[in-house]
């Protein structure tokens, strides 16, 4: 046990580990960063307020195409698809919703969680150097001199809070980056939901509207 302790502190695997996890941490916040942030810029309101005014003029189709040029947007991607079943009854657009709702969910929350498990291990594994580093400091005071007790045991657990330190440095950021994530997450997911539920009662309406006309005309 004690040789295996001994190849850790003396290796700095515990730090080698912290620096490995933060950086995998960094290039995970990098991906998320440009896909919720850059990759799905659009206005939602204008988008959503353009949609609103094609189907009100019954343009289906322009409608259609709009969302199609802005596919990258999850909120066009589950607004086309509820657009595309325009011409059937509400039971048949709001299955369309909760499948593409179900298509866009994965691409959202994709390896976010992985960061609160890096931020947490992080701060484990730096707690786990520095109760190795005092085990190995005071067995080393164990054998010293009197005089060279205090110099030796001060300094072995100065070096063993090194682990802690670096643990905290790499795991507080990651957090901050995983909060703010979230919350960009959760946003968008909000978007989605708020402006299809819209949608989808403006077609209803048109659908209703429409089967009205036909039995006045049918009289």
Request: hydrophobic residues 50%.
């Amino acid at each position: 046990m004690n040789a295996f302790l001994k190849i850790i502190t003396d290796f700095y695997l515990a730090e080698f580990f912290i620096l490995g996890l933060g950086f995998i941490g960094l290039m995970i916040a990098i991906e998320r960063i440009k896909s919720l942030f850059f990759d799905q810029s659009i206005k939602v309101d204008q988008f959503a307020s353009q949609v609103r005014g094609l189907v009100l003029s019954d343009q289906i189709e322009e409608a259609i195409t709009y969302c199609d040029a802005n596919r990258h947007s999850p909120v066009a991607h589950i607004i086309k698809s509820v657009v595309e079943r325009a011409d059937r009854d509400e039971e048949s657009m709001r299955k369309s919703l909760e499948i593409s709702f179900s298509e866009v969910l994965p691409k959202l929350t994709k390896r976010l969680g992985y960061l609160a498990m890096i931020a947490n291990v992080s701060t484990l594994i730096g707690l786990l150097g520095t109760i190795i580093g005092l085990i190995m400091s005071f067995q080393a005071v164990a054998f010293a001199e009197a005089a060279e007790k205090s110099v030796l045991l001060s300094q072995g657990i100065s070096t063993a809070m090194n682990t802690t330190a670096l643990g905290l440095t790499v795991a507080i950021p990651i957090m901050i980056l995983y909060a703010i994530l979230h919350a960009k997450q959760n946003a968008i997911l909000n978007q989605c939901s708020e402006y299809s539920s819209k949608i989808l009662d403006l077609l209803s309406s048109r659908v209703y509207r429409l089967s009205e006309n036909k039995k006045n005309q049918a009289a």
